[in-house]
Nanobody, 121 residues
């Protein structure tokens, strides 16, 4: 099994910054894409940013220029640096990882438990 443990959420004022971390552990052969999603109350979970093992990145338009995703492959950890936060960024943030387990034959997507980010005006 694989576990993703997130940390770094919290409450900040508009314009502030937070850094989220997500560490994967368990029976990991390799990790392909790692990403961050957010889910606000009453809304569907949506992609915020993702990065591949080769370093390619994608950002939702709403966070371009404000958020930066990075990863440490040696530590199986992905980060999300969130700057210039806005009240509309308030949501539960989930990390995801596409992991090949065991001998590497099959790939599964795993999710973190979620961390709350609250931005006040």
């Amino acid at each position: 099994q694989v576990q993703l443990v997130e940390s770094g959420g919290g409450a900040v004022q508009s314009g502030g910054s937070l850094r989220l971390s997500c560490a994967a552990s368990g029976s990991i052969f390799s990790i392909n894409t790692m990403g961050w999603y957010c889910q606000a109350p009453g809304k569907q979970r949506e992609l915020v940013a993702r990065t591949t093992s080769g370093g390619s990145t994608y950002y939702a338009d709403s966070v371009k220029g404000r958020f930066t995703i990075s990863r440490d492959n040696a530590k199986n950890t992905v980060y999300l640096q969130m700057n210039s936060l806005k009240p509309e960024d308030t949501a539960v943030y989930y990390c995801s990882a596409d992991v090949k387990i065991g001998t590497g034959t099959y790939e599964y997507r795993y999710w973190g438990q979620g961390t709350q980010v609250t931005v006040s005006p």
